[in-house]
């Protein structure tokens, strides 16, 4: 079974909807994010998430929010969904490594992907 | 601010053919991450290396390799001897070591297609 999933794959909605994107992880990781990518921009941060009670926007929170309902569980949010929110949506999770002096930084482990049209 | 750029939009080569992903970076950190990540046409992200700033010796693994030079601030990839399972979009990215949340930024991306 996979690390990380993303659900649903894929969802085709209408301008307005509000839409519910969910992840959930086994890895047993505190830190969770949400990226959306889109052709020749690479990925963006939307939100981040290093435990249940800590949530964090990203470069491009507007439009969407977030709930880290458990450890292993962090659902992306778009209230009322437009087209230019259309785009390829990745949960990643990483676990901090302390190394090279404390100081740490975290490999990412990403989901599948989540590909959401909005008309 | 940190910056990752991947010049080569797209590249194709035969099949058997070496190819190069350049990558080169820009940060203000004297202590950072590199890494590489896949994406093949399924969509899905697949976490290939990460080296630290500290750490030049070039990586082989199987026929991926991976160059790292602090003078000219370049992680650049190299596949020998492409496959066409190797068809898919790099990214390159970099992160900054922190003391708590550290910022990924991301390329833009190279697909690179095999040809059989």
């Known amino acids: 079974d996979a690390d990380v999933t993303q659900t649903p794959r894929n969802r085709i909605t209408k301008t307005g909807k509000r839409i519910m994107l969910e992840c959930s992880q086994t890895?047993?990781?505190?830190?969770m994010y949400w990226y959306r990518q889109d052709p020749g921009l690479g990925l963006r941060l939307i939100y981040y998430?290093?435990?249940?009670?800590?949530?964090n926007k990203g470069e491009i929170s507007d439009g969407y929010s977030v709930s880290r309902q458990a450890q292993a569980k962090f659902s992306l949010s778009l209230e009322s969904a437009i087209p230019n929110q259309t785009a390829l949506y990745f949960c990643a999770t990483s676990d901090p490594g302390v190394t090279l002096a404390g100081l740490s930084t975290d490999t990412q482990y990403f989901g599948p992907g989540t590909r959401l049209t909005v008309l | 601010a940190q910056k990752v750029t991947q010049a080569q939009t797209e590249i194709s080569v035969v099949e058997k053919e070496d190819v190069t992903l350049d990558c080169v970076y820009e940060?203000?950190?004297?202590?950072?991450?590199l890494f590489w990540y896949k994406q093949p046409p399924s969509g899905e992200l697949v976490f290939l290396i990460r080296r630290n700033s500290f750490d030049e010796q070039n990586e082989i693994s199987g026929r991926y390799s991976w160059n790292f030079q602090k003078s000219t601030s370049s992680f650049n990839f190299t596949i020998t001897a492409s496959q066409v399972v190797d068809s898919a979009v790099y990214f390159c990215a970099l992160s900054e070591a922190r003391r708590g949340y550290q910022k990924v930024t991301f390329g833009t991306g190279t697909k690179l297609q095999v040809i059989p």
């Open positions: 940060t203000r950190d004297t202590t950072y991450y």
């Open positions: 890895k047993g990781h505190d830190r």
């Open positions: 998430s290093f435990d249940v009670k800590d949530i």
